[in-house]
């Protein structure tokens, strides 16, 4: 008997199938793993198992019970408890609060207890084998504490089953290190965790069985030691690795963009780096490695402290975007949704906004041809799909989403193009083609730099890979020489 | 200590303590218990107002409407209890006026938690809808001979002192009602889940909703309670005056915004006490009622109140700004 | 519908996969066409119910001298909540720069000043006007840029701090006798065109093509949308927000010199319901009061179903009191139409 078993779940949305025939079986004190692309269906196989979705065909059993209907509130009854990515927290309340709060309303509690509520807050905080000021506000903590408040707080309802949204996606190496000794101690008591991750490191460190989905189906459900690297990858993306890697063709002599000693105060220090024409350089590192920050300085959204930036071996000063699109550098951020886009607004306006004064004559006016033909340019030769570009550009899929920043950014003749994360939450086709267009630029000779997470995407795309730790740059190799054992040892030697 | 002098609280705090000390030193006549009794007399409408914005704006809104509802709400009553030749118990009177004033802010709940519209915007509509059916359909004129438990009401007083020149000063009566007010909206939030859910709705409304607060029964339960509360408002305001204006409040719902402001409550929701709330709204009457104490002109009034919004939410907005700088800092 | 590649369009992604809400799925134009028709509606019914005074020659002069006033108001607060934020502090402004002009044409024009000399002093004092309007305005702009004070404190810190100063330099008192060009200017007509009306026309002209045909009418669509979005991609946010501001501020001066040359008089704390007024019809007009979207088109029929609706309800003798009734209504109805309609289109859509 196990703790939950799904067979057979299918779960569509306005026509858009979401689950097909999925199953998932979850053993007593077992750490299992869900993995997948992004948008493979893992958030809806969650929220099925947590009752926030009713599942249109297939079968739940809990206990060996079979259950038809699950309300949320019977998922939390039956112990199911669900860690979200933002952990539901409330940043103007206390320490004690966040982590009681829900309890005391389970019970439908009118009145509050504020010496029961600390004391539950107390107890569930050493079960985590942590200590943190029960008045402060939750505000005032770090990224890593709030989410052992979030997992305290499941703890609250005696949980059986904890599921884990992603949790390692905003902290940094130790505190995922210490993550996971808390995840090991709670299966030693006897829970349940379901760890849903598209980092492959972490799956093979922390997971006993791993379930991976692919566009909304089963792929394969197997015990760690029988998948290795090479396998999940497979699994998760339905290609085989593909032994091609991204070379330069000839050596520029000038590189494009060069730095000498970059630092910006508390983020990054030491940094010089070079960029050719025609190179796509990769920047990877932990989340809190500086990487983002590096990115942001070299596109003046935060102006670094010290140190020079040359562009075409001139030094130049860029304290603002303004200054950074004057030199001709673009920049992809890493949260498409909030940094990138513009939801509400037309395909067309996302991405003429960073040229309208290019596209503008005298006096401001905006030149509506101009704007038109740039717009009919860039959705053909990215190819996006897209009803009218009138549309807004929320009903695009991520990967044209994707297409239409690029467009954005493209649409300025950048020589320095910096991707931050260019297909996250991208689809396995649109991110064949972005990739595609991306070498496909830098072989026309702009430069490229690359920060991600996604090896495979480092390893196939970038004639070079640098690596950052606690803000600074710790080792540097050719794309093809990259290897999982190489990144491993440049984070545990140098410290 | 140190905790307390992290408060907002503490600076209004302060200035208030820095105001009195200053207009106590130019003019004698600040410290007596007449002018003290003033301050607190022009505090007890106010007091009640004061309450009713701060909680709205705790949980993520902004209300301008519950003058409306006040007055709506007294001269409604007033004039039914009026017609009647009413001669009960004044507590009837209030709560008449209390139950309309709650029917009116369970309108504004309607708009706000069931049609999803912006709370600044809901509420600028219903006060004006409020009013202009006030004053058309119910009546634009005065009522100056109110019924009999009123004015015995409002002529009872306590803390009566005979002062040096032999005048007898006191409070109204009126003042307990609003002590009560304040202490039940601090036990409200402090003590209730439901006043911690107005706090948790502030904070993230979609995490309140995930972990099983219901924002639809908060709204509806802050809006009818603050119509309420402006109801029974409205109707000390009544006996205070010894006459029901129809036109009396309105256009007082900006400054008893800017006192919850001043106070240290976050426009944004989530944050804000009752004792910040009455701090501002202290330092608002002491400007309005003392200013001319210091000399300066009573047209001053509003240049200085103007000022002192700009000074404290600018105070307020850089403090945020840099402690998000100091937060983002990483190499260790 | 064009569709570049000839691939056949891709489905709309599901709702529920996306954290964001699809409410606010605007095609702005049907809301432009259904407020039209409720013009339209408007203008039939109170043509109907008093055909002879509402539909003469006198009413449409009076109710030219009366909207522009209103109308201009609405614009100002149109641009501040297209930016996301609001602007509390126009008629503020429209008092004290009615004050800085009146001031200057009546306390500064010697008594005995020949045509001439009146029209510099009267020019004189509408630059002052409008100069001070400038000022109020970056003012706004500079505690909500650099501060960082959210729009709605800070304006209403400023609308206090605006009447203050009118007060404290008039101490209170109204100013009246003004030269007596000025407020002919102001109230006469070329040809048949009252000059309060052409004021509003060139308003309109002046809002619609900095909104649609200039850069900065985009930039501040964009900001207002998603500012971080628009920081990233290279608009000058603080920039775009001060210009907002400072022509916010600019439109209540031109309001307040129309409302002085109307009133014969400046006060500092004139009209205060305008504010309530402006933001009913930005938000009847379509502005969208989370900030990204809004039309002249619409804000040009707002404002003439109300003033329809408010001759009317003149022709029958309706108070004034009752026209707050009626406005608030409608400011509820249109919003929940609008909120009606987009509801209906995101399902229909999914």
Redesign the interface.
Known sequence: MSLIQLSGISKS????Q?LKDVSIELDYGEIHCLAGEN?CGK??LIKVMSGV?APDHGEMRIHGQKRKLLTPIDAINEGIQVI?Q?F??????TVA?NIA??T???QN????N?RKMKQMAKQALEKVNIQLDLDAKVETLSVADKQLIAISRALMHKAKLIIMDEPTTALTQKEVSSLFSIINGLKREGMTILFVSHKLEEVFEISERITILRNGKNVVSERVQQLDRDKLVFYMTGRKIEESYYEIKKDASIPILQTEDLGL?????HISLQVKAGEIVGLTGLL?S?RT?LAESLFG?RSATSGKIFIEGKEQQIH???D??AQRIA?V?EDR?????????SIE?NM???V??Q??SR????NQTKVKSTV?DW??SL??????PAL?V?????G?QQRVVLA?WLA?RPRLLILNGPTVGVDIGSKEDIHQVIRALAQEGMGVLMISDDFPELKHNCNRILVMK??RLVGEMAGKEWSQEEWTRLQETTS | MKKVMQTSEFYVAIVVLALFLVIGSQSSAFFTITNLFDLIRSGIVPGIFVMCAMLVIISGGIDVSFPAIATFSMFCSTKILHSMHYDGPVLVAFLLSGLIGLCLGLINAVFISLFRLPTLIVTLGTSSMFSGFLLTFVGSSQISDLPKPLLTFSKEQIFKFTNDSGITVGLPVAVLVSLGVIVLVALLLRYTMMGRGIYALGGDAVSAQRIGFSPIRIQFFIYGFVGLMAGVAGMIHTTMMRNSNPVDLLGTELLIIAAVVLGGTRITGGHGTVLGSLLGLLLVITIQNSLILLGIPSYWQRFVIGALILIGTGVAAYQVKRSIMKRKSIVS | MTNPNGNSPEPITPISRSSFSLQRYLPQDASITRLFIIMLVVFVLMAGISPNTFLSLDSFTSMSFQFPVFGIFAFAMMLSMISGGIDLSIVGIANLTSIIAASVMVRMLPAEASASESLLYILLGVAAALMVGLVCGLFNGFAITKIGIPPILVTLGTMQLFMGIAIIVTKGQAIVGLPELYTKIGNGSLWIFPVPLLMFCLCILGTYVLLNKQSYGMKLQMLGANPTASFFSGVNNTRVLLTTYAISGVLAAIAGLVIVAQTNSAKADYGTSYILQAILVAVMGGVDPRGGFGKVAGIVMAVLTLQFLSSGLNALHVGNFFKDFMWGIVLLLVMVINEWSNRRKVRSIS
């Not at chain 1, 949704?337 to 607004?345: S, V």
């Not at chain 1, 190819?383 to 009218?388: D, E, K």
């Open positions: 949305f306005a026509g858009v979401a948008g958030s809806t979705h979200y933002d539901s927290i409330f940043p103007n309340l609060e709060l829900n005391e309303l389970a509690r009118k009145l509050v504020w105060q508390g983020c990054f220090e809190g500086g920050e959204l603002s975007v303004q950074a699109i920049y951020p949704l909030t940094e990138g886009l513009f939801l509400e607004q306006r003429v906004i960073s309208v004064d596209l503008s006096l401001n006016m905006l009919q959705i053909k190819g996006i799909v897209a009803h009218s807004p929320k009903t695009l899929s991520g044209n954005k300025t606690n803000g």
